[in-house]
């Protein structure tokens, strides 16, 4: 059984935090102030848009294009291991893979979090690898088609983020309250190896401390590693979403800027506005369970089947589509489903 942890208190406000969609704060800012925020809101996404490239632009597990406004969707976060530094975007493996579901009916979503070294079929290659190795083969395209093919649940949109992006984020908000569970050491996002030393507590974290928290396994698993992450981005969202946040909005989409990618447009983004007004939202976390071992001579996360098959229909179900009959559609390995 996967477990779960139910967020009860925080708004979809706070959750839109996930896909960079911070136009969202503007409600309840000066007029002047918030249209001046708006233009640059719309200017950034327009420079942020990149296309999949699908027929359509509609993934293959939909009869057809969706709306975020009339029907529930789903968006995949991709942290990317890269930055300005390192100068590989294209090439980097993604450091963090996260599926969210929207029900527009029942007011909920679904964060799940996949472990980055789960041994999955990558069709871009046809052939079995960790999945953080599909963005380096091809991009965001060849990380959902990977997804799509792993649960079979449709990604409707992507937003990508690098390391830079985090880091200038998590400072642009003077940090983020997170209780550090152990003493550790971890590279900084210039890879200067054992930069950033925290010890156990509560306390602020800055952009760089933030992000060595979210990278760190090395005290536990990719597992418990995915669920820091997911508690570190509700950290964000609720500093972003604090009255001491509003005039540091100008610096979190200066934050963002160059340094996301996304195929979600102003209009779409907009749609989710809805999601702002009902402060009943209920957003649960969701995991996948399995274990690591060694495969072919490499290390990796193998995911129970009947987790996986259970989160699929779980997902499915989230989204309102027919559950997928194992037996006579698509095999996990399946190269034909792309």
């Given at each position: 059984?996967?477990?779960?942890?139910?967020?009860?208190?925080?708004?979809?406000?706070?959750?839109?935090?996930y896909s960079g969609i911070i136009f969202i704060?503007?409600?309840?800012?000066?007029?002047?102030?918030?249209?001046?925020?708006?233009?640059?809101?719309?200017?950034?996404?327009?420079?942020?848009?990149?296309e999949i490239g699908r027929e359509n632009e509609?993934?293959?597990?939909?009869?057809?294009?969706?709306?975020?406004?009339?029907?529930?969707?789903?968006?995949?976060?991709?942290?990317?291991?890269?930055?300005?530094?390192?100068?590989?975007?294209?090439?980097?493996?993604?450091?963090?893979?996260?599926?969210?579901?929207?029900?527009?009916?029942?007011?909920?979503?679904?964060?799940?979090?996949?472990?980055?070294?789960?041994?999955?079929?990558?069709?871009?290659?046809?052939?079995?690898?960790?999945?953080?190795?599909?963005?380096?083969?091809?991009?965001?395209?060849?990380?959902?088609?990977?997804?799509?093919?792993?649960?079979?649940?449709?990604?409707?949109?992507?937003?990508?983020?690098?390391?830079?992006?985090?880091?200038?984020?998590?400072?642009?908000?003077?940090?983020?309250?997170?209780?550090?569970?152990?003493?550790?050491?971890?590279?900084?996002?210039?890879?200067?190896?054992?930069?950033?030393?925290?010890?156990?507590?509560?306390?602020?974290?800055?952009?760089?401390?933030?992000?060595?928290?979210?990278?760190?396994?090395?005290?536990?698993?990719?597992?418990?590693?995915?669920?820091?992450?997911?508690?570190?981005?509700?950290?964000i969202a609720s500093k972003a979403t604090s009255?001491?946040?509003?005039?540091?909005?100008?610096?979190?989409?200066?934050?963002?800027?160059?340094?996301?990618?996304?195929?979600?447009?102003?209009?779409?983004?907009?749609?989710?506005?809805?999601?702002?007004?009902?402060?009943?939202?209920?957003?649960?976390?969701?995991?996948?369970?399995?274990?690591?071992?060694?495969?072919?001579?490499?290390?990796?996360?193998?995911?129970?089947?009947?987790?996986?098959?259970?989160?699929?229909?779980?997902?499915?179900?989230?989204?309102?589509?027919?559950?997928?009959?194992?037996?006579?559609?698509?095999?996990?390995?399946?190269?034909?489903?792309?």
């Open positions: 059984m996967s477990s779960k942890k139910r967020f009860t208190k925080l708004s979809k406000k706070k959750l839109l935090l704060f503007l409600i309840g800012i000066g007029a002047g102030y918030a249209v001046y925020l708006v233009d640059r809101t719309a200017g950034t996404i327009d420079d942020s848009h990149e509609t993934s293959p597990l939909r009869e057809g294009h969706v709306n975020p406004v009339e029907d529930n969707v789903s968006v995949l976060f991709i942290g990317v291991d890269s930055n300005e530094h390192r100068d590989n975007l294209d090439q980097s493996r993604s450091d963090a893979l996260l599926l969210a579901t929207f029900n527009k009916e029942d007011s909920t979503v679904k964060i799940l979090s996949i472990p980055r070294d789960s041994y999955v079929y990558i069709p871009e290659v046809d052939y079995n690898t960790k999945i953080n190795h599909a963005h380096a083969f091809g991009g965001p395209e060849a990380t959902i088609e990977t997804v799509e093919n792993f649960l079979h649940v449709p990604v409707d949109y992507f937003v990508r983020m690098n390391f830079e992006g985090f880091v200038e984020v998590v400072d642009a908000l003077d940090g983020i309250k997170y209780d550090v569970p152990y003493e550790f050491t971890e590279s900084d996002s210039n890879d200067d190896r054992d930069s950033i030393h925290l010890y156990p507590g509560e306390q602020n974290l800055n952009g760089e401390e933030a992000l060595a928290m979210a990278r760190t396994r090395k005290q536990d698993n990719d597992v418990e590693r995915g669920k820091r992450q997911q508690e570190i981005l509700a950290a009255p001491s946040s509003v005039f540091k909005l100008d610096e979190l989409i200066t934050a963002v800027g160059s340094n996301m990618t996304t195929n979600i447009n102003f209009s779409e983004i907009r749609s989710f506005l809805s999601y702002g007004l009902d402060e009943q939202v209920a957003i649960e976390t969701v995991n996948l369970d399995g274990a690591g071992g060694y495969t072919n001579g490499g290390w990796y996360y193998q995911v129970e089947e009947e987790s996986r098959a259970q989160m699929q229909t779980e997902l499915r179900e989230h989204l309102d589509l027919p559950v997928v009959d194992e037996d006579s559609d698509f095999a996990e390995d399946d190269e034909e489903y792309y």
